[in-house]
T-cell receptor, first 110, second 114 residues
């Protein structure tokens, strides 16, 4: 059973462009996290959101948790080559078990 | 802080051989997770422990897979016998067992079964 759908699967853009990636599910979750994974490394946490409608900003990254707590988006402004990586959406029902989406593979070309 | 330490980083083995992957979680973290990552299936949770006790092993694919956590600072994931379809990157992660805390991942073990 696919709990999470992330879109797009792949994204290749030029440096300086803006982009948005999405994470969607039919289920309500207690929390949602975004991780970034670089080649040859493990995922690293970017942000955690728990409140419906919550918006968090991390420099050029803006994260939003949908009002119904079933979806989230990640917006990157003026993308840089250092943003290249696999962006993973992770949800939890009970703060113990975490489910990963399949990820969006982002490539930012200089 | 050394982070989550996994060994080996790379393992190449022949089909039918036993493979043991090792993980040292961050000191003070009482939850430990084993994940497998492939291109086809992404990151899959295999098993997780709270306070050294296995809580949910429903993600372990077959009886060929087993995991142990004999103490708070060490865990193993064993595959016996290994098969080519087990080839993947295996990640260990640890966190404090409370709501919304960050999971810290090791660098993974890239397993190739030929």
């Amino acid at each position: 059973t696919q709990l999470l759908e992330q879109s797009p699967q792949f994204l290749s853009i030029q440096e300086g462009e803006n982009l948005t990636v999405y994470c969607n599910s039919s289920s309500v979750f207690s929390s949602l996290q975004w991780y970034r994974q670089e080649p040859g490394e493990g995922p690293v946490l970017l942000v955690t959101v728990v409140t419906g409608g919550e918006v968090k900003k991390l420099k050029r990254l803006t994260f939003q948790f949908g009002d119904a707590r079933k979806d989230s988006s990640l917006h990157i402004t003026a993308a840089q080559p250092g943003d290249t990586g696999l962006y993973l959406c992770v949800v939890s029902y009970n703060f113990n078990k975490f489910y990963f989406g399949s990820g969006t593979k982002l490539n930012v070309k200089p | 802080d050394a982070g989550v330490i996994q060994s080996p980083r790379h393992e190449v083995t022949e089909m039918g051989q036993e493979v043991t992957l090792r993980c040292k979680p961050i000191s003070g973290h009482n939850s430990l997770f084993w994940y497998r990552q492939t291109m086809m299936r992404g990151l899959e949770l295999l098993i997780y422990f709270n306070n050294n006790v296995p809580i949910d092993d429903s993600g372990m694919p077959e009886d060929r897979f087993s995991a142990k956590m004999p103490n708070a600072s060490f865990s193993t994931l064993k595959i016996q016998p290994s098969e080519p379809r087990d080839s993947a990157v295996y990640f260990c992660a640890s966190r404090r067992q409370s709501s919304n805390t960050e999971a810290f991942f090791g660098q993974g073990t890239r397993l190739t079964v030929v």
